[in-house]
């Protein structure tokens, strides 16, 4: 599965903006996807996931409320929309592909080259 994340841009605090993550390969509907960031001298963290269905959905503690992750299996591709972003929101996001709908890195196995998201306050 290859990912290709687009969507980053600069937005100002209390804006909005969508994350797309397009995957090629006819087993996209097979894989969970989420979608993790890093914000410069800090390590990758998550952000949202989804299970293969849509079917259940999880959100860091820091994004519940305003991020919400969907994807489209018709269309290979899985979103991000964030509402109400925040100076500390802002990080390269990436997506990811796996078999386990876990918190951490290791449980990924694929990965999109990510997109910068910047906010201003």
């Known amino acids: 599965v290859q990912l290709q994340a687009s969507g980053g841009g600069l937005v100002q605090a209390g804006g909005s903006l969508r994350l797309a993550c397009a995957a090629s390969?006819?087993?996209?509907?097979?894989?969970?996807m989420g979608w993790f960031r890093q914000a410069p001298g800090k390590e990758r963290e998550f952000v949202a996931s989804?299970?293969?269905?849509?079917?259940?959905?999880y959100y860091a503690e820091s994004v519940k409320g305003r991020f919400t992750i969907s994807r489209d299996n018709a269309k290979n591709t899985v979103y991000l929309q964030m509402n109400s972003l925040k100076p500390e929101d802002a990080a390269v996001y990436y997506c990811?592909?796996?078999?386990?709908?876990?918190?951490?890195?290791?449980?990924?196995?694929?990965w999109g080259q990510g997109t910068l998201v910047t906010v201003s306050s």
């Open positions: 989804i299970s293969w269905s849509g079917g259940s959905k």
């Open positions: 990811a592909a796996g078999r386990r709908l876990e918190r951490t890195e290791e449980a990924w196995h694929y």
């Open positions: 390969g006819s087993s996209f509907s097979s894989y969970h």
